[in-house]
């Protein structure tokens, strides 16, 4: 069914009971906001998603680099500077985006960090928590809240495949990505039963951006190649995706590998 350029699409539940309904712009421009876009994977979907004609809001900590985005794209991106840990600050940002875009179509949230850390030092997996947990919530919490009060839109965030299983070098980081992962999975149910937001779950596996840390690094994907992929995803309007393809098989291993050969690697 389209509605003013809108394609409304019906879904019964299994008890034919009422129907579930939500929305998608079929508009060829979209509001897109992306949390984490100055870096990594979250620049590469905004250089991508700037030259279709999109309005593009971006949040990141990287003022300069911000203000040569802003420059690039003068005439449809407009950014805000904040640190997704400093829950005051993210919040004015977020008025800021809604006060300059209204509605929203895609929300996409990238923002992330992680170190290695063997020698379990706390000053390093402090900030990872911050921000993969606690600021990443406060994040994730608010834009389902929008979009689900405006009736329509589409919620992303890039996990990873590192949140799998636990890893002895980077403790905090898998720990961090794991609760993403299942966090994102309630989100993805209670989403199928409120029947406005769509939702979707990216797991990278290994990608050639600095957030790749460590020696010898099996099936290290170029960013490009996972961007595309990503964003074919998102137009497929996927629950949950690995990138590339092939991580999805080494995912079934992963999750699957008896304990007493996981922890001889």
């Given amino acids: 069914m389209r509605v003013d350029g809108v394609i409304l699409h ?9 129907p579930i309904f939500y929305t998608f712009a079929t508009k060829k421009n979209m509001n897109i906001i992306i949390i984490g876009a100055t870096s990594g994977i979250g620049l590469d979907l905004l250089k991508r998603y700037a030259v279709s004609g999109n309005k593009i809001g971006i949040l990141g900590r990287r003022k300069s680099i911000l203000k040569e985005l802003e420059r690039c794209y003068p005439s449809n991106v407009i950014t805000c500077a904040a640190d997704i840990s400093q829950q005051n600050v993210l919040s004015e940002a977020i008025k800021f985006f809604q006060l300059h875009m209204q509605n929203i179509d895609l929300v996409i949230v990238c923002s992330g960090i992680g170190e290695l850390n063997p020698s379990l030092n706390f000053d390093i997996e402090c900030p990872t928590l911050l921000t993969n947990v606690v600021g990443w919530t406060h994040v994730i919490d608010t834009f389902y809240n929008i979009l689900t ?27 961090s990505k794991a609760y993403q992962i299942n966090y994102m999975e309630a989100l993805r149910k209670k989403a199928y039963k409120d029947g406005r937001v769509c939702v979707t779950d990216i797991r990278p596996g290994l990608v ?18 996972v961007v595309n992929q990503i964003i074919k995803a998102i137009k497929q309007r996927k629950s949950k995706a690995y990138v590339t393809k092939r991580w999805h098989v080494l995912a079934i291993i992963i999750k699957n590998l008896p304990y007493f050969l996981f922890k001889r690697m």
């Fill in 208 to 225: 050639n951006t600095r957030m790749a840390k460590g020696e010898n690094l099996f099936w290290v994907m170029p960013v490009e190649k």
């Fill in 149 to 175: 009060y405006q009736g329509f839109g589409h919620l992303v965030a890039i996990t990873s495949i590192g949140g799998l299983r636990g890893e002895s070098q980077a403790p905090a980081y898998s720990a």
């Fill in 10 to 18: 019906i879904l019964w539940r299994k008890d034919k009971s009422l």
